[in-house]
């Protein structure tokens, strides 16, 4: 098992919603900010959300804002993403990754998971 765990990847319609789930390690998720970033074939791994170690500070690239959702619940030491209005242009693999800060640069981040495949069909 690995320190961070994706799930909840899969084929949805365009519209659509799909909530992607990252277990973490405990030590991990009690002291590091966490993010999401996702790559689409041919394309460089990009940014898609952050949030802050506690929670209270959230940031979302241009492009999903107003229709993801990243939310981190301590009791089950697990990152969500929330995604609505799914757009074919969503269609990547999603990694979840644990940095010191919620940064939009993915060198920022020291651990990621193994990534879950979403795909938004028309």
């Known amino acids: 098992q690995g320190e961070l765990v994706e799930s909840g990847g899969g084929l949805v319609q365009a519209g659509g919603s799909l909530r992607l789930s990252c277990v973490v390690a405990?030590?991990?998720?009690?002291?590091?900010?966490m993010g999401w970033f996702r790559q689409a074939p041919g394309k460089e791994r990009e940014f898609v959300a952050s949030?802050?170690?506690?929670?209270?500070?959230?940031y979302y690239a241009d492009s999903v804002k107003g229709r993801f959702n990243i939310s981190r619940d301590g009791a089950e030491n697990t990152v969500y993403l929330q995604m609505r209005s799914l757009q074919l242009e969503d269609t990547a693999v999603y990694y979840c990754?644990?940095?010191?800060?919620?940064?939009?640069?993915?060198?920022?981040?020291?651990?990621w998971g193994q990534g879950t495949q979403v795909t938004v069909s028309s």
């Open positions: 990754a644990a940095g010191i800060h919620p940064s939009m640069y993915k060198n920022s981040y020291d651990y």
């Open positions: 405990e030590r991990i998720f009690k002291t590091y900010s």
């Open positions: 949030i802050s170690w506690g929670g209270g500070d959230a």
